[in-house]
């Protein structure tokens, strides 16, 4: 659940593993200090959150987006096999091109409205839920969740007609 959601809000998988690392190493250092307002899983994703937040800022001062690594190059655009079939092809790159878009699409959004939509579209959190993980009003997490939807649906429609 930890490592999904910060794959999710980092867009690496390295990241996300070290992150969930760090989350469980807060998680048994805090433990303590959790007092039983949320359900334990809620608490979790708050430090998750908060982490990946931590983590994000610290990549966006390194200018992180600028660098490219290799593993990620192959793993995005792949190599084909010359036995595979054209319509598999045509099918898998299509698949792929439309991944790539959405996390284009995801990537381009504010950290705050990326995670909402991902806590409550990927992980199904309640806003409730939401609202405790980002320590914010669920008010707060609904007009995220609206301006990272129409965002969405803005840079996809563009994207379509590119």
Not at 38 to 59: D, E, P
């Amino acid at each position: 659940m930890v490592v999904q959601l910060a794959m999710n809000l980092l867009g690496d998988r390295d990241e996300a593993l070290d992150l969930s690392q760090e989350v469980f190493l807060r998680v048994f250092r805090t433990i303590h200090r959790f007092r039983g307002q949320s359900s334990l899983r809620t608490w979790i994703y708050r430090i998750a959150v908060n982490q990946a937040r931590n983590r994000h800022r610290f990549w966006r001062r390194r200018h992180r987006a600028d660098q490219v690594s290799l593993d990620q190059h192959i793993a995005a655009h792949g190599e084909f096999r010359l036995e595979r079939r054209a319509r598999r092809r045509i099918a898998c790159s299509r698949r792929r091109s439309w991944r790539a878009r959405l996390q284009h699409a995801l990537d381009q959004l504010p950290f705050d409205q990326r995670t909402a939509i991902v806590l409550r579209e990927i992980d199904g959190l309640s806003y409730e839920e939401i609202a405790f993980s980002l320590g914010v009003a669920v008010g707060t997490v609904k007009s995220r969740l609206t301006r990272a939807r129409q965002a969405l649906r803005l840079e996809l429609r563009e994207a379509r007609i590119a």
